[in-house]
């Protein structure tokens, strides 16, 4: 089975524009969550999405958004894009606890670069 | 307010050593810990989570020992190989409300492993 895919790989744009981030889950899950990984630390939580509803949002500012469509695939827009928004942002997804299980899947991750 | 801190932040281990990283936690809402492991230009992978009604877990040569009381978990590889050389992350979760998945990861800044052959 596929994993975790996430389209562009890479994409650079200049301050001030506007990106969209697209993710596919692993078939079957339908919570998928997405993440800012700044070079050198840690990924931190962005949103996340179950079943097309927002159930998370972490401490990021109004220009980030998402939505989740019925196929339980996701997007992540950045508006009115800084230099501080360069980062790898990586797409994840899991089952509802309800089947047991709580593992979180990541995708390879799409590296950002804003000049 | 930083909730899960990792040290140390990199770490050198000759091969067949036994690597160490440590995590403390502060919210004790937090009732599932996994660790990943993420080598360059991929997304991390899980390599092994525990839940705090057990005070070890093991598979293979990775093992984690948690301390409730002190907030701490920890990784233990063995026998570490130069393979494993990459980074490694604790993270820490809890049920959201509704009892969807745990779908908000609190990661630790990271440690960086290298294994010498």
């Known amino acids: 089975d596929a994993g975790v895919t996430q389209s562009p790989t890479h994409l650079i744009k200049t301050r001030g524009q506007q990106v969209t981030l697209r993710c596919s889950p692993i078939?079957?899950?339908?919570?998928v969550s997405w993440y800012q990984q700044v070079l050198g630390q840690g990924p931190q939580f962005i949103f996340q999405?179950?079943?097309?509803?927002?159930?998370g949002r972490g401490n990021f500012p109004d220009r980030f958004s998402a939505r989740q469509f019925p196929n339980y695939s996701s997007e992540l827009n950045v508006n009115a894009l800084l230099l501080g928004d360069s980062a790898l942002y990586l797409c994840?997804?899991?089952?509802?606890?309800?089947?047991?299980?709580?593992?979180?899947?990541f995708g390879p991750g799409t590296r950002l670069t804003v000049l | 307010q930083q909730q899960v801190k990792q040290s140390p932040q990199s770490l050198i281990v000759q091969k067949g050593g036994i690597s160490i990283i440590n995590c403390a936690y502060e919210?004790?809402?937090?009732?599932?810990f996994p660790w990943y492991q993420q080598f360059p230009g991929k997304g991390p992978a899980l390599l092994i989570a525990?839940?705090?009604?057990?005070s070890e877990k093991k598979e293979g040569r990775f093992t984690i020992s948690f301390n409730k009381s002190a907030k701490q978990f920890s990784l233990h590889i063995m026998d570490s190989q130069p393979g494993d050389s990459a980074t490694y992350f604790c993270?820490?979760?809890?049920?959201?409300?509704?009892?969807?998945?745990?779908?908000?990861?609190?990661f630790g800044q990271g440690t960086i492993l290298t294994v010498h052959p």
């Open positions: 994840a997804s899991s089952f509802d606890r309800a089947m047991g299980t709580d593992t979180q899947y």
């Open positions: 078939s079957g899950h339908k919570s």
């Open positions: 999405y179950y079943e097309k509803e927002e159930r």
């Open positions: 919210n004790t809402a937090f009732d599932y």
């Open positions: 525990i839940r705090p009604d057990v």
């Open positions: 993270a820490a979760s809890r049920q959201e409300a509704g009892g969807t998945s745990y779908g908000k990861l609190t």
